[in-house]
């Protein structure tokens, strides 16, 4: 890529502003051919976001290729990584009393380079999200280079476009498509996109200098909307697929929860066959969902991503992995280490179990959109290694075997006297003491838990468990090999169901209890999901195994001083008749279906939501008082990105600050008093409140 981006700094360019002319977070020139080249490289980020100050300089070049029109103006990106993030959501705070300012400011400068009299042409590496898509869409033309994506994730934060992402999506391809891609956040991959027509081309990079040249010539095919797209300028049409898109949408992101996807629907069925009013009419509904407190969560939520990956900061020493265990957990994290460079040696005693695992491997690398040569890259770096070899030159060997104590130590005394001096071991217990498994360990140092999330691949938290001996240098290393996976780890200290499970079990549990008392399973989980969360508990349960949760309940039951709630006589029957879930088929739902959906409007208790919820939350006060997390927002983070904890309600702890500590102490009161001690108030309410 550096060479087609500098191609325009060459000394025989006949200059704009001086060689190479670097205005702040952009760099301009003209090549021989009098095609002008703005390329967005944003001082101190690696990443290229769209803040005001970055449309106010382009503004200024718009204004100098206006003043000397060149033959064609190509933007384009010289980060490695990608295109650019979006738009810059730190600046949303700034503006939250008058955000139609910041918005028609943006918008005149991408109307700008609209109306420039002369081809535009955005090309496109890595992805191009957000703001930066409609930066792309203001152009005349597109070019992608292979691995390129388009998506608009403002919904993820209770918006939809806001820089003009609307009316010109619904100009440029299939409005039902577009209005897919507003409404749902996915990615449009290379293939995807030019089939689409986001992209006018796809090119290898060493060829990107020519396909400029031909797009600005009028050689490069352009792409042609249908008679479908023609057919929804008329509102009988729009209506008509709106009320379809209001019903699938509410499925998934009801409107008293999510208001964004819904005022985007209204938008386009009153305003689609009208750019210019739709415009406006973004701009304004824009504005309003920017101070929902939806938009203010999900920008929490945001932020606490951002915290998360700061945990990961640190050189990345980690070279080679060696995983024991080809189960779905450790084939997924080998495969997912392999995917982010890592060379992978996977070891277990069944070759089947090792066959497996490379399947997965394939499939994941093609869900990832990896191309050929990147699957094939990937899979030379993932290697079984049924003998255990790689043991001897691994960096870190990561344990991901059965959760039984014997089994782990047996895997423990095998390995001990062929690991290499400095390597760290870490195992993927999701229930066994981290202190007790480093009294096996070679060295107590440098051994910690490194708890993954199932399904690896999809799940970005990693609880990072330090033991009473853990150094913090292992836990330095272990978050920084975390950061490198794309992972988001959390340090977390060594306490029976760490964070996430001591928190999330009691739901689980209390959904079980509810089921002795004659609820109905549909009834529970549509509490649930009324509520906010992604899934029921009794659907959670039957996803997780219900062999596993009970095993897990008894398990805290044990450690806990805290009383849990009694383990439910139902979860006993179906666990011994072998109805452990979905992945038996058959638990407390029937899968053979897919994935239930039980009516999130169905009557239940009047204590129903509470007696689910406010165990979490109860749980969570506890762990910040037995210190096994640094802060408040590391449990909402944690909640959030490792179960989908109701996001828009900002994380347990944000919720119970939102609905006011006093209230919650005095509903567990009352719950304790009508339903046992497990309600009862843990005592860091006091301090917190």
């Not at 499925?251 to 009013?277: R, S």
Request: aromatic share 6%; proline share 6%; hydrophobic share 45%.
């Amino acid at each position: 890529m550096n060479g087609v981006v500098m191609e325009f700094l060459g000394a025989e360019q006949r200059e704009l502003g001086g060689a190479g002319d670097r205005m702040g977070n952009w760099r301009a020139g003209r090549d021989a051919d009098n095609i002008l080249w703005l390329v967005m490289d944003c001082e101190g980020s690696g990443t290229n976001v769209l803040s005001r100050k970055v449309l106010e300089e382009l503004k200024q070049h718009l204004a100098k290729a206006e003043a000397d029109l060149p033959c064609a103006l190509v933007i384009r990106s010289a980060k490695q990584g990608g295109f650019a993030a979006g738009a810059d959501i730190t600046e949303f705070k700034d503006v939250a009393d008058d955000p139609e300012t910041l918005l028609r400011e943006g918008h005149a400068v991408l109307d700008r380079l609209a109306a420039l009299p002369c081809p535009t042409i955005c090309v496109v590496h890595g992805a191009c999200l957000g703001g930066g898509f409609e930066m792309a869409l203001a152009c005349d033309m597109r070019i992608g280079v292979p691995g390129a994506s388009f998506a608009f994730p403002e919904v993820q934060l209770g918006l939809h476009p806001g820089l003009g992402g609307t009316f010109r999506s619904l100009a440029l391809i299939d409005p039902v498509e577009a209005m897919t891609l507003m409404l749902t956040g996915k990615s449009a991959h290379t293939k995807k996109a030019k089939a689409l027509g986001l992209l006018d081309a796809v090119v290898e990079e060493r060829h990107i200098a020519a396909a400029v040249r031909a797009a600005a010539h009028g050689d490069l095919g352009r792409h042609e909307r249908g008679l479908k797209a023609r057919a929804f300028s008329l509102a009988t049409a729009r209506s008509y697929a709106a009320r379809q898109m209001r019903s699938q949408t509410e499925q998934k992101a009801p409107k008293a929860h999510y208001p964004a996807p819904h005022a985007l629907i209204d938008l386009w069925e009153e305003h689609g066959g009208d750019p210019a009013a739709m415009q406006q009419a973004e701009i304004a509904s824009f504005g309003r969902l920017l101070q929902t407190d939806t938009s203010r969560n999900l920008q929490r939520a945001f932020f606490l991503r951002q915290r998360l990956r700061a945990n990961a900061k640190g050189d990345d020493d980690i070279r080679h992995v060696h995983v024991i265990g080809a189960g779905a957990m450790g084939a997924e994290i080998a495969t997912i280490a392999a995917i982010r460079g890592k060379r992978v040696t996977l070891s277990d005693t069944s070759p089947q179990a090792l066959g497996r695992a490379i399947r997965l491997a394939h499939e994941i690398c093609g869900a990832k959109h990896l191309s050929r040569l990147e699957t094939r890259d990937a899979l030379d770096r993932l290697m079984p290694d049924p003998e255990g070899y790689g043991i001897a030159s691994a960096d870190l060997i990561i344990e991901a075997g059965p959760e039984q104590m014997a089994i782990k130590q047996k895997i423990y005394d095998s390995i001990t006297p062929r690991m290499k001096p400095g390597a760290i071991l870490a195992s993927n217990t999701s229930s066994l003491p981290v202190d007790d498994l480093a009294t096996h360990a070679p060295d107590a140092a440098r051994f910690a838990g490194l708890h993954f999330f199932n399904p690896v691949s999809r799940i970005d938290l990693v609880e990072v468990i330090r033991g009473a001996a853990t150094s913090d240098a292992t836990a330095s290393r272990l978050a920084a090999f975390c950061g490198a996976m794309g992972k988001l780890p959390v340090h977390v200290a060594d306490y029976p169901g760490f964070l996430v499970n001591r928190a999330l079990v009691p739901y689980m549990m209390e959904a079980m209890v509810l089921l002795d008392e004659g609820v109905l399973k549909e009834v529970i989980d549509g509490a649930a999901l009324q509520f906010g969360m992604p899934m029921g508990p009794v659907t959670l349960a039957d996803q997780v195994g219900l062999d596993i949760g009970l095993h897990v309940a008894e398990s805290l039951a044990e450690e806990l001083p805290a009383p849990m709630a009694p383990i439910s006589q139902a979860l006993r029957d179906k666990v011994a008749a072998g109805k452990t879930g979905k992945k038996a088929g058959q638990g407390f739902y029937d899968w053979s279906d897919g994935t239930p959906r039980p009516d999130p409007g169905a009557d239940g208790p009047e204590d129903l939501t509470d007696r689910l919820i406010l165990p979490m939350l109860n749980a969570c006060a506890e762990l910040l008082r037995q210190e096994v997390v640094a802060s408040e927002e590391d449990i909402d983070a944690a909640m959030i990105f490792a179960t989908g904890w109701a996001p828009f309600r900002g994380g347990p702890m944000h919720y119970a600050r939102t609905r006011g500590i006093p209230l919650i102490v005095e509903r567990l009161k009352t719950l304790e008093q009508a339903h046992g001690p497990r309600f009862a108030p843990d005592p860091a309410w006091e301090k917190l409140g």
